[in-house]
């Protein structure tokens, strides 16, 4: 057979954000799917979505109801999605009840119902649900009842496959229960599973098989809200083509910064900023966001240790007005700090964000608040998510500043957080040392990708105008060990006098 | 005991209209001709919701709302079963043929208005009245008989 000679398989798209990427582009049309799962995880409302999502007064949606939840309760839970379109019911789609026919256990009796609905309907889209309590009403099936079931599975998917309907049975399988004649016959198989770690729950969803298309492998988490449901796909679609490395330097914002990095940092960089509480972490990424905002550029905040409101209340000390910038679409700034948050969750709204307003530049303060709003199931391999959350921003071509905060003792200089460290291109860490008497805030730019930077620790000073680079330590030894000594054939160095208290600025 | 308010006063509205769209023309409206379009609506209304929710969950609701609405009308008691769980939609005609045909009307106007008003307070008052008045298809040929 040539390719012009191929039967062309169009595309449904499911109506449901982030799943036709999973499945490889949508679901195939005329097939035959199967959605299983436990209890609760969502398979009616992932199914009645697509539904309306598709139905329409010529091509409509017939959904039958087993044994299981009943009808009434399944439309009045049902219709408090937005996706429910109570003018679609029932003409467009219909709720067709089997119980009496599964309840009589003579399966060519239901075959019978659905195939006469389907022959009055001729409808596009059928949903049997639950398509478990078909034919082991008893509990459970002998040798005879499962061949019974295998032909009865087989004539359901070619009677709605020769009416060209796409179809979706709906069961509360186990993954124990795979030899479910269902299983075999079914084109595309979507698991839906929840799990519960301490006082976390992430739903999750895996296409097991998808016939005819390359879905996307492993466990992707969904949330069900009021708009119905949202798949995170674990690798989004940007990942696959990477923008060529520029050569242009952003600045930073901060007086003296641009200098010691070698003229500002690279684009598409990610940078993460390090330091323990309270060095300016925050002020230093407020400063990069200003700059950026000041040229013209659009910015995405990820804000995790405090709300928007106190991140733009501390902004407004910045020239820039980060609310005129919110409000002409140059600045999003994103508050998530759910706890039962997954990596691609976080991921899928920052890069909404990225292409609703074209951002350049993404700040993620901090890496610390972030792995705590994680679920603890995530928490557990975060670097791994942090790998994947960096490889997709940094695919779209944006410049990323993350924040992490270091715990460190007087005596014990941490540059970076290991943890996280290996994802970044540059890294600048933050300290305190102790100089005759007085904490002194120091930085350092430990990395620079590729390119020339300052390798002595400076000084700075934060204020409410901000932060600013002070003079070189060189003339000092010792710095790392937090009490420096001044050299013997050092020169003096003036440090830039510190606010007296607790800084202003910095988580 | 009063059959408490509905929550929806449009129940009685469309409780009228479904046995008006029975109701024999005027000149065949005998005693007899009534009390079939009485049963005729309260089968076909049956028929709707027993598409949708099946002969249980139809089943569940007329019996509901028998029981709110036989306090007042006390001839309704006759649609209920020996086992009353069950009503007796097809003894309708046969007790209007009974108790005569004006208080078996307005009987049954307030069982099928509490029945509207009950759909209603569980899956809201468009929806309840979408699935009241819609009529399973015809079959086409070749299909399987529907039970």
New interface residues.
């Given amino acids: 057979m040539t390719a012009l000679e191929q039967p062309i398989i169009r595309n449904i798209p499911t109506g449901v954000p982030g799943l036709d990427s999973v499945l490889g582009g949508g679901l195939c049309e005329y097939s035959f799917n199967l959605v299983a799962g436990p209890p609760g995880t969502g398979k009616t409302t992932l199914v009645q979505q697509i539904m309306f999502a598709n139905a329409t007064a010529e091509r409509p949606a017939l959904y039958f109801t087993v044994l299981g939840e009943p009808t009434v309760k399944m439309i009045r839970y049902q219709q408090q999605f937005d996706f429910f379109d109570p003018a679609k019911v029932p003409s467009v789609v219909r709720f067709v009840n089997l119980s009496k026919e599964a309840t009589s256990g003579n399966l060519d009796e239901v075959l019978g119902r659905i195939v006469a609905e389907v022959s009055n309907i001729e409808p596009s889209l059928v949903a049997v649900d639950s398509f478990r309590t078909i034919g082991t009403s008893g509990g459970s099936w002998g040798d005879r009842a499962a061949v019974d079931l295998a032909q009865f599975v087989q004539r359901l998917a070619l009677q709605l496959t020769t009416w060209e309907i796409t179809s979706f049975l709906l069961g509360e399988y186990s993954e124990q229960e795979q030899r479910h004649p269902v299983f075999t016959v079914a084109d595309s198989i979507l698991w839906l599973t929840e799990d519960v770690d301490r006082n976390s729950a992430v739903r999750k969803l895996r296409a097991v098989k998808v016939r005819g298309r390359a879905p996307m492998p492993g466990l992707h988490t969904f949330r069900i809200t009021r708009r119905g449901m949202e798949v995170f796909p674990r690798i989004p679609e940007q990942q696959r083509d990477r923008p060529p490395r520029s050569l242009r330097r952003l600045g930073t914002g901060v007086p003296g910064l641009d200098e010691m990095t070698g003229g500002g940092i690279p684009e598409g960089d990610v940078v993460m900023l390090t330091g323990p509480t309270g060095s300016g972490k925050t002020t230093f990424a407020t400063q990069f966001v200003a700059q950026g905002l000041s040229q013209n550029e659009r910015c995405v905040v990820a804000v995790f240790e405090e709300f928007p409101e106190a991140y733009l209340a501390r902004a407004k000390t910045h020239p820039v007005d980060f609310s005129a910038s919110i409000a002409a679409d140059q600045l999003q700034v994103i508050y998530l700090r759910p706890l039962d948050l997954s990596v691609d969750e976080m991921l899928a709204e920052v890069l909404a964000a990225v292409h609703r307003i074209g951002a350049s530049r993404v700040v993620i303060d901090s890496l610390s608040g972030f792995e705590i709003a994680l679920a603890p199931t995530f928490r557990v391999d975060f670097r791994e998510s942090l790998y994947r959350l960096v490889g997709a921003l940094t695919a779209t071509g944006v410049t990323v500043l993350m924040t992490s905060e270091v715990v460190e003792s007087m005596s014990e200089a941490r540059f970076t957080n290991e943890r996280v460290s290996f994802v970044t291109d540059d890294i600048i860490t933050q300290r305190y040392v102790e100089i005759g008497g007085h904490l002194v805030k120091v930085l350092a730019v430990v990395k620079m990708r590729g390119s020339e930077h300052a390798t002595d620790f400076r000084s700075y000073s934060l204020s409410d105008k901000g932060a600013v680079i002070g003079e070189s330590l060189s003339g000092y030894h010792g710095i790392t060990t937090g009490v420096p000594t001044l050299d013997s054939d050092g020169v003096s160095v003036t440090l830039p006098k510190q606010p007296r208290g607790p800084a202003p600025h910095g988580p | 005991m009063t059959m408490p308010s509905p929550r929806f006063p449009d129940s009685v509205l469309t409780a009228r209209r479904l046995l008006a769209s029975d109701a024999p023309p005027r000149g065949e409206d005998s005693s007899a001709a009534i009390a079939a379009a009485l049963q005729q609506t309260c089968l076909r209304v049956c028929g709707s919701l027993?598409?949708?929710?099946?002969?249980?969950?139809c089943n569940a609701?007329f019996t509901r709302a028998l029981a709110r609405a036989e306090a007042q009308h006390p001839t309704l008691r006759d649609l209920r079963r020996a086992d009353h769980d069950t009503i007796f939609l097809e003894g309708v005609a046969g007790t209007a043929a009974l108790h005569g045909v004006v208080p078996v009307s307005a009987a049954i106007e307030a069982l099928l208005a509490a029945l509207v008003d009950i759909?209603s307070r569980?899956?809201?008052e468009?929806?309840a009245t979408?699935?009241i008045n819609?009529e399973a298809?015809?079959?086409?040929g070749?299909?399987?008989?529907?039970?």
């Fill in positions: 027993s598409d949708s929710f099946g002969d249980d969950g609701l759909l569980l899956i809201g468009d929806m979408r699935l819609h298809p015809r079959q086409k070749g299909g399987a008989p529907r039970p």
